[in-house]
């Protein structure tokens, strides 16, 4: 090759090269031409794109400066079932909430908490670190609680009412107007060119029966359903739609896809199985927590007091304190910087009974329970013995297979000597049969043996407790160790742990019961408790110590009683009542249980027992909540003829909201108003308050209000005529009516209640007014509520609810507010009970390794696997 | 990283250290061995080593020159790279190798001038026409007591560059497979089988088949190293496994239940192979030897950088780095070579490196030596 060409080609070559080393670092070049900061340059090179603090503390008067630009807001978060009290701070000129951070005042979110009645400048000071305190004031917000606030800005967010074009599930809406929504909601039509659909006005026929041959299921006003999430404080304003007003009986909520398994099991223990409540560990004062699942940190409600106090607990290290966590699942619960005072035991998932009951066999066979408590049959001997609770530990139950009372606790009527209300005891010193509570000392704890009846008959009766002690002892420790994956020693070194410490001890647990049979794992775990007898103790476990009722006949406003209230009837559409026995089941029933959503929806869409006509969905998402879901009932769902009317009311489209025909925006966070309180875990009272501090970005009604579930209801009800809505809706103390045109018209008047629940609270001044932020409610405030009551109601809403003072939680060793009512080892109503398709009863103790019922292969319906594995 | 634990929550972080950190080292290292394959004839001025040393001087100038624009672009805020200069942190390895590197390139610049100092006057008179100016005033007399010093400060310069750039890696005690005193004398014997490498290929590329001598010697060179590097890895797998250093040896056990990284340990321990058997078996195919160590140094410190980067510091599975196609991936490496490439056109086009002064034989004519052609290539 002749050198000029040679030449051409390497300039060529090398010309290639340099292009090629230029394109590849074309993007260093990019970087290098923005100068020093390559990256996003923040507004300071020092703190980066910090806030400017919301006030200022001097640092020698301690003088308060508020921050103009900013202003403050004490109010609720909903990232989660905790409901915290949360405070806020707010862009004043964009009107931006720009971060969250805890409610001093609140017990959820502050350790310990403000008394309740300290100014709200003095508040804000204990905040700061003035007075060399450091972070002791400190009240936060969990990494959800701030995250979370993301979402309100999202762009996701569904402002407007949507309806749907074309097939359900077809991902086309179209925006309408509130008042095309509430016309077609309420007189129905051929609305989507498919056929015509029930209005609700149709709907609402309180007389005629669903089926004329089974009028005991109820008008056919129980085919409207409405299913919602959880109580956020909005719960009672759409029942006074869907129960009182409308008439409907089917409303359910999340727990049967939640904690519902354990709400049970609690429930199944404290006796009440609507209500269902349930104890917390007293963290504070305890010395031995066993968490099943809900490891601290990582769950568990209150989800924050509860990781707040155990982190205080292992790290002090004049506590005396320990925990273990039993969860399939290693979390930061079990960490090394912890490990003196907290452990890890893994579990194979579903067996935590197992475990509860090998607890209790060894417990049992070597005497550490808590006898004296055991012993006490009724509250008046448990008083005298120095407990703080009482169990029916010593009650006799009937046990004679065949005999009609098989199952049922032995009232004294049976034996002629007493009423039906009482059961019956021996004795510890005596062999003669007592009423319970006619003896003063302790009763005898174990017994099988006859009891002659009235009428001379021989029945065959045990107590309580050895009907637990007999189903412990099903299976041995080294069976029951197979079972869960625990080794036997294990188990034996948690028992011993676990009683040692007196009432000092506790098992926690709530979701982790989440299997097929949690129902009796949750009762197992729960009897540990009652075995040492915690309930209501300092260090043991304790329920709610109750609020301020918002929603109550007063002593303002009468929220719960209206003018042609109607009272719901009928069977729950989701079979959670005894079973129908005139024909021939095609699903099993569930008469221990609360209304289930997850029955509900197979109940509906197959008609067993009855269809619905119209679902609302509010803020709920059960085709994702509930595992399998989806794939089970998609296309029944889809299907218009199944359910004919689906509206899905929330801020965001979801899973379930794809399937719906309407989709109703919801005010969301920080722009709603309601009232909730915590489950449990908190021994004081106490009211959380929610109020709009930023607006809404959905679309107005006519009355000037955000479409959200209130202004959807209130339009409904209005359109329908319905009582309890429109003018003359709600009483007040002398009588007189007062509208409920918009939502505030029925939270603000709440307010008023909680206000003057026992004695009334102080009046807020304006300084507090506008150091609190309340300031920007204060229209609303002097609008709804008589002049007497808005400053009262301001004191309320400037410390983001009520709340008792902590110093009030205990009377020496135990609570104040105190659950009086008897531990359930066996529970009637429980071991009388069937799901109408097995010929056996439950068993109404907890027997751990059997699940609450077969897998029934006779119904088409049910295809899910009861121990919760997939199909 | 055990394959029974099921991980349901963690965070994946991102790589700290891009491929451009594995250019910059290759690169750097590439240049240092050649520069100390060069000193024999350079520095001391062995006969023998006259022919190797000029390819070997070559290979450290372009390798020399595009080092430090990978180092520049590892940088998330290149240019913010002063502030090593304004803000010295005395702690740190990197920061002393923000004034070792300069300092090695300014001394190897200086050495390869004054090395090719008589060439340049001459082709002055021979060479292309725009340049003559420039290369009359660069060119001038042999100096070789100069030369010599400025080959022993390049020297020291290149062994600081070569602790360095070890030590940076070394000290990173959060990752065990980093934290050892042999990983530096490890990039130090890889870097000098490459290095050879390099000179075989640019050999066979510039001059041709021609010279077996040379060939062989670097063939030579290139055996020798790579049984260093069988050494030291040799003893960093038994000191891993005989547990000296606990962290060492979990992480060396869990590795090795990996299959991803026993191909890895497989294609290292081939890589190594593969050159050294071209090299016994096929001498005088210098150029697939050389393309075969390339490979090796080069696949050697994308496995130290990229996979054990891979391994997270505080979970349970692996984090794999997929190589993006952008400037900071595929493209930058692209684009380096690219770099090297014109660097080969142009230095070996312009410079007079087949005939480098040696400090004993400056007073031989170059032109005379056995094998070396004098029209250009």
Known sequence: ?871 | MDPTIIEMVNVSREVAWLPWAVQYFFLIGLSIGALLIALPGTLFGLPRWQRVSAIALLVALITGLAAPVALLADLHQPFRFYHFYLYPQTSSWMAWGAFFLPAYMLLLVMHAWLVYRPALSEQAETGPRLLSGLFRRLGGEARPRLQQASGLAALLAALAVLTYTGMELAVVAARPLWHTPLLPWQLFATALVGAAGMALLLQRLLVGAGDADTVRHLQRLLIGSAIGVAAIGLLWLFLGFSGTSPSYQQAITQLTRNPGWQLNAAWTALALVAPVAAAWLLPRHGWLSGLLALHFAWMFRWSVFMDVQSLPKAAAGYQPYVLPFGTDGLLGIVGTAGLVVFLVLILSSLLPWQRPALPALSHHDPATLPGHRSEEV
Not at chain 1, 510 to 536: E, Q, R
């Open chain 1, 1 to 871: 090759m002749d050198r000029s060409r040679r030449n051409l080609l390497k300039t060529g070559a090398a010309g290639a090269a340099l292009a090629t080393a230029a394109v590849g670092y074309s993007g260093v070049l990019g970087k290098m031409s923005k100068g020093q900061w390559a990256g996003e340059r923040p507004p300071s090179a020092l703190h980066g794109k910090s806030l400017a603090p919301e006030f200022q503390v001097d640092a020698i008067t301690g003088a308060i400066t508020p921050n103009p630009d900013q202003r403050t807001a004490f109010t609720m978060c909903m990232g989660c079932t905790t409901f915290c009290g949360v405070r806020l701070r707010i862009d004043r000129q964009s009107g931006d909430v720009l971060r969250v951070a805890g409610n001093p005042y609140s017990p959820l979110s502050a350790d310990p908490a403000l008394p309740w009645e300290t100014p709200v400048e003095e508040a804000l000071h204990s905040l700061s670190r003035h007075g060399k305190r450091g972070l002791e004031g400190r009240s936060t917000a969990c990494g959800r609680g701030a995250a979370v606030l993301e979402q309100m800005r999202s762009p996701h967010r569904v402002t407007q009412p949507l309806k749907r074009v074309g097939p359900r599930n077809g991902g086309e809406w179209q925006p309408i107007s509130f008042e095309q929504l509430i016309e077609e909601l309420v007189e129905g039509g051929d609305l989507f060119g498919e056929g015509h659909v029930d209005g609700l006005r149709a709907i609402r026929d309180l007389d005629t029966p669903i089926d004329p041959e089974r009028p005991e299921l109820g008008p056919r006003a129980n085919q409207l359903a409405v299913i919602d999430a959880a109580n956020d404080g909005g719960r009672a304003f759409a029942q006074r739609f869907s129960r009182l007003a409308f008439g409907s009986q089917n409303y359910a909520g999340h727990g049967s896809y939640c904690g519902g398994a354990y709400r049970s099991g609690s429930a199944a223990m404290f006796g009440h199985l609507r209500q269902m409540p349930h104890a917390k560990p007293d963290f504070r004062h305890a010395e031995f927590v066993l968490f099943i699942g809900t490891a601290p940190g990582n769950a568990g409600n209150p989800f924050k007091r509860q990781g707040r106090q155990i982190a205080d607990a292992r790290s002090d290290a004049g506590r005396n304190f320990e925990y273990v966590v039993i969860d399939p699942v290693l979390t930061h619960a079990g960490n090394k910087p912890s490990a003196h005072a907290g452990r890890w035991v893994p579990i194979k998932p579903g067996t935590d009974g197992a475990m509860a009951m090998a607890l209790i066999r060894w417990i049992l066979e070597n005497e550490r329970e808590d006898q004296t408590y055991l012993a006490q049959p009724n509250p008046d001997a448990a008083e005298a013995a120095g407990e703080a609770s009482w169990s029916n530990a010593t009650h006799l139950v009937v046990q004679t297979p065949g005999d009609h009372r098989d199952g049922r606790m032995l009232r004294a009527a049976d034996l002629g000597l007493g009423s039906d209300e009482q059961y019956v005891v021996l004795p510890d010193d005596g062999d003669e049969p007592v009423a319970h509570d006619r003896l003063t000392g302790p009763a005898r704890r174990y017994f099988r043996g006859q009891v002659t009846t009235a009428d001379g008959e021989t029945l065959t009766v045990t107590t309580s407790l050895t009907l637990l002690r007999e189903a412990a002892e099903q299976h041995t420790l080294a069976e029951y160790a197979a079972i869960c994956g625990i080794p036997e020693q294990t188990l034996i070194d948690l028992a011993d742990t676990f009683t040692r410490h007196g009432k000092r001890a506790a098992a926690n647990t709530h979701g982790g019961m989440m299997a097929g049979n949690g129902f009796y794992n949750a009762w197992a775990v729960v009897m540990l408790n009652t075995l040492i007898g915690n309930l209501n103790c300092k260090g043991g476990t304790v329920v709610a110590g109750g609020r301020y009722p918002e929603v109550a006949p007063g002593p303002r406003y009468n929220l719960v009683d209206f003018p042609g209230k109607v009272a719901p009837r009928g069977r729950h559409v989701s079979r959670n009542s005894q079973p129908l026995t005139d024909r021939p089941l095609e699903a099993p029933w569930f008469p221990v249980a609360p209304n289930l959503t997850v029955e509900l929806f197979s109940s509906a869409l197959d008609g067993y027992p009855y269809g619905l006509k119209a679902l609302f969905l509010r803020n709920a998402n059960p085709l994702y909540g509930i595992p399998g879901m989806a794939k089970h009932l998609e296309e029944k769902l889809r299907d218009p003829g199944r359910i004919p009317l689906l509206v899905s009311i929330d801020p965001f489209m979801n899973e379930t909201s794809a399937y719906a025909d309407y989709v109703v925006p919801d005010t969301f966070m920080y722009e709603a108003w309601g009232w909730a309180a915590p489950w449990a875990g908190v021994p004081t009272r106490v009211t959380t308050a929610r109020w709009p501090a930023v607006e809404s970005p959905n679309a107005r009604t006519a009355e000037g209000s955000p479409v959200c579930m209130e202004s959807l209801f209130i339009g409904l009800a209005k359109a329908m005529d319905l009582p309890g809505f429109g003018d003359d809706a709600i009483p007040d103390a002398d009588g007189r009516l007062h509208p409920l045109h918009r939502p505030e018209d029925y939270y603000v008047r709440a307010g008023a209640n909680v206000a003057w629940a026992d004695d009334p609270v102080p009046e807020v001044n304006d300084t507090e007014l506008a150091l609190s932020g309340v300031d920007h409610i204060r229209p609303v405030l002097e609008d709804c509520l008589k002049p007497e009551e808005w400053r009262r109601v301001g004191y309320v809403y400037a410390r983001g609810g009520r709340y008792e003072d902590e110093a009030r939680a205990f009377e020496g060793t135990k609570t104040r507010h105190r659950f009086g009512g008897p531990m359930h080892l066996y529970r009637e109503e429980v071991g009388t009970a069937s799901n109408g398709l097995m010929e056996e009863r439950f068993p109404g103790t907890p027997p751990g390794t059997r699940p609450a019922s077969p897998t029934v292969a006779r119904s088409p319906n049910i295809t899910r696997n009861r121990s919760g594995r997939r199909n």
